[in-house]
């Protein structure tokens, strides 16, 4: 199984940003699906998570700005991300979870500037 992201890029405070990520593999059935980031100088961390059954969790500073979605027919997740601020600025890696193992993507920038 491989997870390929797109989607990242330059955008100013304010404005908006989709991230997509797509698993192959045919009999690949993830029940949890996320979005981690990692700003420069900082751990890896949480954006957020859906279940299979849609369940969402945000963290914090994200809350209302960010919406997490998935289309479990083609194994994608999705994160919507609005109002973008420059502290958004990170590496995201999508996250995937089945009952053996979590798969990680290589990671798309997003960079918040004016």
């Known amino acids: 199984v491989q997870l390929q992201a797109s989607g990242g890029g330059l955008v100013q405070p304010g404005g908006s940003l989709r991230l997509s990520c797509a698993a192959s593999g045919s009999t690949f059935s993830p029940y949890i699906m996320g979005w981690y980031r990692q700003a420069p100088g900082k751990q890896r961390g949480v954006v957020a998570t859906?279940?299979?059954?849609?369940?969402?969790s945000y963290v914090d500073s994200v809350k209302g700005r960010f919406t997490i979605r998935r289309d479990s027919v083609k194994n994608s997740v999705y994160l919507h991300m609005n109002n973008l601020k420059t502290e958004d600025t990170a590496v995201y890696y999508c996250w995937m979870l089945d009952t053996t193992r979590e798969y990680w993507g290589p990671g798309t920038l997003v960079t918040v500037s004016s």
């Open positions: 859906i279940s299979n059954m849609g369940s969402t």
